[in-house]
């Protein structure tokens, strides 16, 4: 039992005493103690009890490893693709200058709003 629980059972014997005595004054001031006191032990205890449960916490953890995997997997996908497409841009630019064919077709973008899209649903837990 915590402190201010305690304090609130000795005030509240005092207000009984009191009250059993015929001090109303007395009781009602003991009364109001025990009252503030047990006010005061449920505010801790309610601080102290955890937001979420140890499996609740595990599960949003699970859940957040699973996004930042997402997350880092479509951030690989964007940067392989800037780096092809870094390398056709060269590619091209060289056969220009050098008047030849253009190389074979464009990589496909990968920050197209479907690619944002697929970052949004991951945000969301969507995806």
Not at 63 to 88: G, H, K, N, P, T
Not at 108 to 120: G, K, N
Request: proline letters at 5%; glycine letters at 2%.
């Amino acid at each position: 039992m915590s402190n201010e629980l305690q304090h609130a059972c000795h005030a509240l014997k005092r207000s009984e005493r009191a009250a059993r005595a015929g001090d109303l004054k007395q009781a009602e001031r003991w009364a109001k103690v025990a009252e503030q006191q047990a006010a005061a032990a449920a505010q801790i205890r309610a601080a102290e009890e955890p937001y979420v449960s140890a499996e609740e916490e595990a599960a949003l953890r699970a859940e957040l490893r699973a996004r930042i995997a997402s997350f880092a997997e479509a951030d690989a996908e964007i940067v392989q693709w800037e780096q092809d497409y870094a390398a056709w841009q060269v590619a091209a630019r060289e056969a220009e200058a050098r008047r030849d064919p253009a190389p074979p077709e464009t990589p496909l973008p990968a920050c197209t709003l479907e690619a944002e899209a697929r970052l949004t649903r991951i945000a969301k837990g969507e995806a």
